[in-house]
């Protein structure tokens, strides 16, 4: 047994039994509580459609942006970026301490997938792929990701998806199989 991560308990060797160590009073540090929850929570969180195909137009994104703000609103989280190439999405989130990450991800692409099936009716058949990916993100680098997010076009002319996925992925020490990572499969 551990004393708060601090190593064994020490024990006396006669009995082998945990022996009490008495901390003076003047020892003790007493710390004022906190008057209440103090937390800014950026995640840069991605996906990508189904099989790749490359159906996000560019003349329609800034809607998909605006939907995507309405519902992450509606959820109680904040849209602070986004951007996207032909094939998959980047959303730049702040979440409140309350909400969780993966109901939220979930709700946004459903809901954003049910809008452009309903919008465009030639994506009827359009579908986001299973999985997707989220990053915590510092304020240092929130310059860096929003600059990111503003050049996805120009930045997808030099690398395609997976390749860029598959770097944040190792950037941030996210351990992945590949074949699941790249979604392989159609799901």
């Known amino acids: 047994m551990t004393r708060r991560g601090w190593g064994p308990e020490p024990r006396d060797t006669d009995t082998g039994r945990v022996?009490?160590?008495a901390?003076?009073?003047?020892?003790?540090?007493?710390?004022p509580r906190m008057a209440g929850?103090?937390?800014?929570?950026?995640?840069?969180?991605?996906?990508?459609?189904?099989?790749?195909?490359?159906?996000?137009?560019?003349?329609?994104?800034?809607?998909?942006?605006?939907?995507i703000d309405v519902l992450?609103?509606?959820?109680?989280?904040?849209?602070?970026s986004a951007g996207a190439a032909r094939d998959h999405l980047h959303v730049y989130l702040e979440l409140p301490v309350s909400l969780?990450?993966?109901p939220l991800v979930d709700g946004l692409k459903?809901?954003?997938a049910r809008w452009i099936q309903?919008?465009?009716?030639?994506?009827?058949?359009?579908?986001?792929q299973q999985g997707y990916a989220a990053f915590s993100v510092s304020p240092h680098e929130d310059a860096r990701l929003l600059d990111d997010l503003r050049h996805q076009?120009?930045?997808h002319r030099e690398h395609d998806f997976a390749r860029e996925y598959l770097r944040l992925l190792e950037v941030n020490k996210v351990p992945y199989e590949l074949g699941e990572a790249l979604d392989c499969g159609n799901s």
Not at 37 to 65: E, I
Not at 72 to 80: E, M, S
Request: hydrophobic letters at 45%.
């Open 118 to 128: 309903r919008t465009f009716p030639h994506r009827a058949g359009f579908a986001w």
């Open 110 to 112: 459903a809901g954003t």
């Open 100 to 102: 969780a990450l993966g």
């Open 19 to 21: 022996r009490r160590v």
């Open 153 to 155: 076009d120009t930045r």
């Open 72 to 80: 992450a609103g509606a959820a109680g989280a904040r849209l602070v």
């Open 23 to 31: 901390i003076p009073d003047t020892a003790r540090v007493r710390f």
């Open 37 to 67: 929850v103090y937390a800014k929570l950026r995640v840069h969180v991605l996906w990508g459609t189904r099989g790749r195909r490359p159906w996000l137009d560019r003349d329609w994104r800034g809607r998909l942006f605006a939907r």
